[in-house]
């Protein structure tokens, strides 16, 4: 009998103990032996739950249980989390987390802890909800190929709030409203649309891919707040889908940079037909090229499904710790600023000529009486733009990356 | 050092052996140790290849030289593979394979062997070229959920060819001559074009998924040769992509059904945007909901990914050999056509009302002076659909599945 414990009652706690109970007979053949949810903790009693004789308010009452091998911690934030999951490491248990911003913060730290205590730490759920990517690009992908980029919809509020702008012509705020209303997104939606969340799945991403943990603070962060409805149809009309992409990849001097924000992305790219609250995350090897990989990125029923893969792996010894990762040196960082990019712009005129005249070719305009929207046919960094932008003095609505 | 032998320096064999050696800093990083390419076994002499001196005519050079622990057999075809694959099992050495014939022909026996040996039997490359998959659903969606359904496009040349018939308005015949001019698909396009090759594909995923594998030959599979442009031009009028999709799933009385036919797939489906020769693969799992795998499912490169994976996995020690699968009973398979789904059909008529009241309810109605085409709106079985067309005396030109 493998006895798990589980911090935290909520969406994914409760969906990861009504998988291990319900999925019981079909894990117990794959492990070998029964995997047992033997305690919960949480604040709340819940006294109608069929686990309600499991529910403990002490969190001793897992760390001291020697029975207790693995432990999901899926509190969310960042404190008691990292207490809890440094003191389940010690006492020789292994964590299972679907807790993004702790192991975007400190998974240095934690891997560490969990290596030097001969335990896993492992995190599938934080990235992507049910959707295996973590320890394909991992295990897989990254043991034989150079990975050069990873590009990922990793938030499915956002995506569902682009979506509707898209199909139902809502403005961002309309858009928000509903998801609000349906259950898609919190009454403080700020994590998500200013797109923290995604930031620190990017980060994670890239940690595996490779190696080392950038600092999440340092990470050039835009949300979706200031879309226009406009840019999204200039963007359909033009042949791409706006989507909130958050990218990790080595510059030319091998450097590491990430970035969070809109991009147009071309429909003959798999990740321009992610709608919803799905995800995507793409990856591109030196030899296996673009991988993607899609699913449901959040919700009580994936996440645990996620989960539950990991606490089975650590459960029948297939658990692989890789090297704990490094924090990123400056050195090591790059300036995503600073990367030549192609860039879709809607300036406040309706002179042509003028635009073509500042920034040299441009390519799919679409111009009205008021603006010229159009995309650079040039690669440039966001500071050069910027610059040409400000010495022309045309006024500028929107400079959004085309991936 | 972990020595590697690879049987065959054809396609996939020689992209293998430049994997390995081109990232083999990375791999030792990975691995904590060197893995070698030692021996090729191939026919032909390569005198100009890098690998020249590492050829040999006699696989006794393989089978008999201790230090080769791996053996990539990327020959295809089922003689002498088996033999060798036999043969290298049976002397302790594990196995890996980019050979679907052999694997949904003889994979039970493959892995017993393997198992009776206590050596590897793997085989992502079989399924899906570069694309994690096999792993991906076998130790993290197929250990925690009951997987309902696996829905595949598992052949590049037949999803090149529709590419080119939706696209460009080209026949069947015309985007067939594409393709092989353009290298996509062999002098002898039989096994693509009937659907042989996605018919082992599914049979492998459908193994992996149920635990059982199917009689390949049994599988009800249905190319591509005899669909026209005005089916695929009236998928998109009515908002589907025509695919070839290999489908394994249980049946509500339990049984395993696999079979492959063209489908018309809805947009809103991930599947339907995977163009061009790339493969997708989706899978339902009862907590995980809807996942697909999408990526290169042929060509050098990216098969070669897939096997160097396998060799790093049994190189360090983390293969995960699972129980060897038996053969499905007759009583345990199911019959494809008894299945209800939904169809699309193609009457050789303008009578709309005649249809109407042979079908009853039809949606999406397309109606020109010969034909009629519409989609049923009630699911039914092939048998009783075909039973339904010839009691009507209706001539039907076409009859296409709604995944």
């Known amino acids: 009998m493998i006895n798990v414990a589980i911090l935290g009652f909520g969406v994914v706690g409760s969906g990861t103990a009504a998988l291990i109970t319900e999925n019981a007979e079909l894990i117990r053949n794959k492990v070998g032996d029964d995997v047992y949810v033997k305690r919960i903790l949480d604040l709340r009693d819940f006294p109608d739950s069929p686990f309600a004789e499991r529910i403990t308010h002490d969190i001793n009452d897992i760390i001291n249980d020697k029975d207790i091998s693995v432990v999901c911690e899926v509190i969310g934030g960042l404190h008691p989390a990292y207490e809890f999951t440094v003191a389940a490491l010690k006492a020789g248990k292994s964590v299972v987390t679907s807790n993004k911003e702790i192991v975007a913060t400190l998974g240095v730290e934690l891997l560490t802890i969990a290596a030097e205590n001969n335990v896993s730490y492992m995190f599938e759920a934080a990235v992507g909800g049910g959707i295996p990517v973590l320890r394909p690009l991992a295990e897989d992908l990254a043991t034989v190929n150079r990975i050069e980029r990873v590009d990922g919809i990793l938030n499915g509020t956002t995506n569902y709030i682009l979506t509707r702008m898209k199909d139902d012509g809502a403005t961002f705020g309309d858009a928000l409203a509903g998801a609000q209303k349906n259950g898609y ?27 080392k943990l950038l600092d ?71 030899y296996v090229g673009d991988v993607m990989f899609y699913g449901r990125g959040a919700g009580s029923e994936p996440t645990a499904s996620a989960v539950a893969s990991d606490v089975i792996r650590i459960a029948s010894g297939a658990a692989v710790n890789g090297e704990p990762w490094k924090a990123a040196s400056a050195a090591e960082t790059g300036c995503a600023d600073e990367i030549p990019a192609q860039y879709y712009v809607c300036a406040d005129t309706a002179d042509v000529s003028a635009v073509e005249k500042t920034f040299g070719g441009i390519d799919k305009i679409i111009a009205s009486k008021e603006k010229t929207a159009f995309v650079l046919k040039n690669k440039m960094s966001l500071v050069s733009l910027k610059e040409k932008i400000k010495t022309s003095g045309l006024s500028v609505s929107a400079v959004i990356e085309v991936l």
């Open 185 to 211: 997104a919190e009454a403080d939606p700020s994590a998500d649309i200013e797109g923290k969340d995604t930031c620190r799945k990017i980060c994670i991403l890239g940690a595996i891919a490779f190696g």
């Open 216 to 286: 999440v603070k340092g990470i050039s962060t835009t949300g979706i707040t200031a879309l226009s409805l406009s840019d999204i149809e200039n963007a359909e009309k033009m042949g791409y889908s706006v989507k909130l992409i958050g990218s990790a990849f080595k510059s030319d001097d091998g450097r590491i940079v990430e970035l969070v924000r809109p991009c147009f992305v071309p429909h003959s790219n798999p990740l321009s037909h992610v709608f919803d609250v799905f995800n995507g995350v793409s990856v591109r090897g030196n």
